[in-house]
T-cell receptor, first 114, second 113 residues
Framework: GQQVMQIPQYQHVQEGEDFTTYCNSS?????IQWYKQRPGGHPVFLIQ?????EVKKQKRLTFQFGEAKKNSSLHITATQTTDVGTYFC??????????????FGQGTILTVHP | ETGVTQSPTHLIKTRGQQVTLRCSSQ?????VSWYQQALGQGPQFIFQ???????GRGNFPPRFSGLQFPNYSSELNVNALELDDSALYLC????????????FGQGTRLTVV
């Protein structure tokens, strides 16, 4: 079945440093979504990427979708303490038994030291 | 706030018992998905309901079942609870099955003892 791997598992940075998390799917995706979950909270949607090679920016966050639609990355420039949380990628399959199913990566836990 | 509400927020059950978790989806959303999130892990897809029909299921045994009602609210039922069922159960509603943002509820923390 479809699997989504995400690295690194943990990332500790000093405030102001950059942060990147990577996501790789075992199968071609219809789309990939990114979520942020604060400690004790629930996943909150950040963005969706649909097109091959797509790049989207949200202020200090840059999201990329690979040409083969199997990998993605999230890059945060100049981290702030408010960026703390777990970042998940979640891929949706292109069809068959994966249709409609969001497969989440294991997440990257980001801690930011002031 | 997402407009997706789940009840109860916390629950303690004994192994072998049955549990029903409830989810009220965001207004206008016709699709509800359920996820199990163990501590330190990503959410695992249980199943999805679209217009009252089950549409897609993850690797969960048949003792995990669900319903979606005409108002698109949903229930997750788990029979014969096992200790490993202890987790955060998340409900997510969306407008459509694919390619749309999922709005998560705050979850139900289930502890099986």
């Amino acid at each position: 079945g479809q699997q989504v791997m995400q690295i690194p598992q943990y990332q500790h940075v000093q405030e102001g440093e950059d942060f990147t998390t990577y996501c790789n799917s075992s199968t071609t995706l219809s789309n990939i979504q990114w979520y942020k979950q604060r400690p004790g909270g629930h996943p909150v949607f950040l963005i969706q990427l649909v097109k091959s090679g797509e790049v989207k920016k949200q202020k200090r966050l840059t999201f990329q979708f690979g040409e083969a639609k199997k990998n993605s990355s999230l890059h945060i420039t100049a981290t702030q303490t408010t960026d703390v949380g777990t970042y998940f990628c979640a891929g949706q399959g292109a069809g068959g038994t994966s249709y409609g199913k969001l497969t989440f990566g294991q997440g990257t836990i980001l801690t930011v030291h002031p | 706030e997402t407009g997706v509400t789940q009840s109860p927020t916390h629950l303690i059950k004994t192994r072998g018992q049955q549990v029903t978790l409830r989810c009220s989806s965001q207004s206008g959303h016709n699709t509800v998905s359920w996820y199990q999130q163990a501590l330190g892990q990503g959410p695992q897809f249980i199943f999805q309901y679209y217009r009252e029909e089950e549409n897609g299921r993850g690797n969960f045994p048949p003792r995990f079942s669900g319903l979606q009602f005409p108002n698109y609210s949903s229930e997750l039922n788990v029979n014969a609870l096992e200790l490993d069922d202890s987790a955060l159960y998340l409900c997510a509603s969306s407008l459509g099955q694919v390619g749309t943002e999922a709005f998560f509820g705050q979850g139900t923390r289930l502890t099986v003892v």
